[in-house]
Every structure is written in structure tokens, then in C-alpha cells.
């Protein structure tokens, strides 16, 4: 048995005035076809308590309880980059952004979360002439595009309050600003970047700015090997999703071309997928771009991300097991909502289709459009992501 787990970061969303979503709205006919002949509902990635991000979201749905393994975004991001963290480390993620012009920093507007999706090879320049402002007892590390991280070694504590950009775009940053444990030095870091990328005359680029956020300390997973006892992959453009498969003990597969944008190597990812699939019994493959669009209420995007993961993901996908004598299990879901209307991440239940080869389709096949409403007509509602995560490996054998 092989099982794909296709994640579409972001999918899901709350209804236009017409009633319409991107799922609704994307012509998608071979997601539409897994759900019709497979197994559709809503699951709860979100566990009461814990914010609705990417790195929460992602855990679960990858079988993980977030509950009692998170430890913060950034430093599985820093496996990632392959900073080598000691348990008194802590990290922070780094975002180069975009804020407005005032006199006073506080009264700045956070317009880019991510500087204008600003190229790998232009941020990592960028940051290079950033090391020499860092503060004593921080360490800056290069990562993709907007997204880099801090290290800060043999913490005494940590608890600074901090807060993600994406969540204030067109907001002024003065309420949102470091606060708590070690955030003077954080905050002074974030004026002193404004100043000196303000000033470069040779930057190029809409990074006018730093935000950090995303606070953590070294990751503390159980091998998915160990939990569920299958080898396993993880293709992703962003470093939290490969930091999250490395230290689950899974095989981290890096794309060329793969930004983690509308503009990722979509074929690429496929083609490593299918590769994947020969060699390992589970492929986690994580598509970025509809949540990028979510982020930038970018309604045509997120529906063009859909229709791109349908078309040169799930189709190539389906057809190469499809063609295989051996049996497989198939997972399409987000991990959380990024409405478009509120361009960030919410706690609500996702749709989900989980297709079983070898189980007898229904005799009459009704049309299943997959999308939010379907998911919830069903009826059917998981709890958690471990428990999704257990309906994809129910009664499956042991390698």
C-alpha cells in the first residue's frame, strides 16, 4: 500500500456574497472525482488552545498531536536551514517586509508581509549585509525568500509575545510590536534593520524591514517511523514543512524551481512525488500557493492555485498509482483555512477527501464537487488530525 498525503496550505476559506468559495469556483475535475468515489468531511487540525498556523496545522494532519509536541515555528525552520539547536537554544523567525513610511516606527503600516515575495537570491544578499547590525547573542541565518531565522543560544528563559505579519497587513504595527522576555533587544534589532535597509542606496528590493515572530525551542517529535511504522518523504518549497519531515525522521526532497508561491515548479514537485512514491511507503507534498493567495486576498490566485494543483498534481499523481498493480490510499486537505476575506489563518474544520483504491466505489456515483459545503453536508467530522491521520493508515499493514 502507498499513501500520498496532498496538501493544499491555506485551500479552504468562507463564502463570497454570491456563496462562492475557490473550491466551489475551480474547475477541478480530478479532486471532484476522488471525492465522489471516496470518503469526504471536515477535521479539526486546530486543537483548542493552540494558534491556527501552518506548523500546528501541519503536525497534525502529518499524525502528530500538536498538543504535546510543539514547541514553536521557527526552530523547525532551523532544522531546516541545519542550524544544530541545544535544548536552551532559542529561535525566532525572521521576515524580510515591507512597512510604510513615518517618522515614528510604531506608526508604520505593514504593508508586505513578504517584501514582494522577494527571490531567495536577492533576500540572501540582504541578509548577508544584515549580520553586520545583528545584536551580540543573536545569530542570523539565510532561508527562502522573505522567510530566515534567529538564534539565540543558552537562553536563560523565553516568552517574548510576538506576533505573525500576516496577521497585520494594513495595520500599524505600534500593537503589535515585541513584547516579554528579551523583546527590547528584539524590537531595538527591528528599528535598527528599518534605519539600514531604508538607507541602502544599493537594496533594490521592497525589504524595507525586519519582523520576528514565530519564538521556539528545539522540536521534540517521535519518528514517524516509529508512530506508524511506514518509511517516508516530505517535498515542500518552505523550510517549516522540511524542518517538521526532518525531525520526524522523514526524507526531505528539495525541487529546483519550487518557491512556494503561484509560480512554484508545479511539474517538478509532481515528478519528485512519483519518484517518491517508488521508493517510500508515505509522501507528504506541500503546495504553498493558495494560502500565499489567501495572504494577499488574492481571489483569482487562489482559485488558480487550485485548478494548477488539480491539473499538475493530483492528475499525474492518480494516474501514475492508478497504473500501479499495487494498492493506495489517497489524502487531499489543507491544513487550515486562509480566508480571503480576512487574509489570515483560521481554527475552522477543513474539507477533506480520502481516497482508497481498493475499496468498492458507491454503486450510483453522485456529484461530489469537493469543497467546503460538500465536506460539511457529509456529515462526517474529525476530530483531530491524529485521528485523520489513523483513517489513512486504518487497517493497513505494517512494514
Known amino acids: 500500500m502507498k499513501y500520498l498525503v496532498i496538501l493544499g496550505d491555506g485551500m479552504s ?28 468531511g471536515l477535521c479539526q487540525t486546530i486543537p483548542e488552545g493552540l494558534p491556527p498556523g501552518s506548523d500546528v496545522a501541519n503536525l497534525a494532519v502529518m499524525g502528530y498531536d500538536p498538543r504535546g509536541c510543539y514547541t514553536g515555528r521557527s526552530p523547525l525552520e532551523a532544522v531546516s536551514i541545519g542550524v544544530n539547536l541545544d ?3 532559542v529561535t525566532y523567525r525572521l ?8 517618522p515614528r516606527f510604531g506608526d508604520k503600516v505593514m504593508l508586505d508581509y513578504s517584501a514582494g515575495e522577494i527571490p531567495t537570491e536577492k533576500s540572501s544578499k540582504i541578509v548577508e549585509k544584515l549580520q553586520k547590525i545583528v545584536p551580540d547573542g543573536l545569530k542570523l541565518y539565510a532561508g527562502v525568500s522573505y522567510r530566515h531565522c534567529l538564534l539565540r543560544k543558552n537562553a536563560a528563559s ?14 500599524k504595527i505600534a500593537e503589535y510590536l515585541p513584547e516579554g522576555v528579551f523583546a527590547d533587544i528584539l524590537l531595538g534589532f527591528m528599528k535598527a534593520a528599518n534605519a539600514f535597509l531604508s538607507a541602502d542606496p544599493d537594496n533594490g528590493t521592497r525589504a524595507n524591514a525586519v519582523w520576528i515572530w514565530g519564538e521556539g525551542t528545539k522540536p521534540r517529535l517521535k519518528k514517524f517511523s516509529d508512530l506508524y511504522g511506514k518509511t517516508g518523504a516530505v517535498i515542500s518549497a518552505v523550510d517549516l514543512i522540511k524542518g517538521i519531515g526532518i525531525s520526524a525522521g522523514l526524507k526531505s526532497i528539495d525541487v529546483a524551481g519550487a518557491t512556494g508561491t503561484l509560480n512554484t515548479n508545479f511539474e517538478g514537485k509532481a515528478a519528485a512525488a512519483v519518484d517518491a512514491l517508488k521508493k517510500y511507503d508515505y509522501v507528504y507534498l506541500h503546495i504553498e500557493a493558495p494560502d500565499e493567495c489567501g495572504h494577499q486576498g488574492d481571489r483569482p490566485g487562489k482559485i488558480r492555485a487550485v485548478e494548477l494543483i488539480d491539473k499538475k498534481i493530483v492528475k499525474p499523481l492518480r494516474a501514475f498509482l492508478k497504473a500501479r498493480a499495487e494498492p493506495y490510499r489517497i489524502l487531499i486537505t489543507p491544513d487550515h483555512a486562509t ?7 483560521t481554527r475552522d474544520p477543513v474539507p477533506f477527501v480520502l481516497f482508497d483504491s481498493s475499496s468498492a466505489p458507491p454503486l450510483k456515483l453522485s456529484p461530489a464537487p469537493y469543497s467546503e459545503f460538500t465536506a460539511k453536508a457529509s456529515g462526517l467530522l474529525v476530530a483531530s488530525g491524529e485521528e485523520l491521520a489513523a483513517m489513512l493508515f486504518e487497517n493497513s499493514e505494517q512494514v
Not at 95 to 102: E, F, I, R
Not at 164 to 169: A, E, L, Q, V
Open 339 to 345: 480566508p480571503l476575506a480576512l487574509r489570515t489563518h
Open 13 to 40: 476559506d468562507y463564502p463570497d456574497e454570491n456563496g462562492q468559495t475557490p473550491l466551489t469556483q475551480a474547475v477541478k475535475p480530478t479532486i471532484d472525482g476522488l471525492c465522489a468515489s471516496g470518503v469526504s
Open 158 to 171: 523565553h516568552g517574548a509575545v510576538l506576533t505573525p505579519p500576516h496577521d497585520i497587513s494594513g495595520k
Open 87 to 89: 535544548e536552551n537554544d
Open 95 to 102: 521576515n524580510l517586509v515591507t512597512l510604510s513610511d513615518a
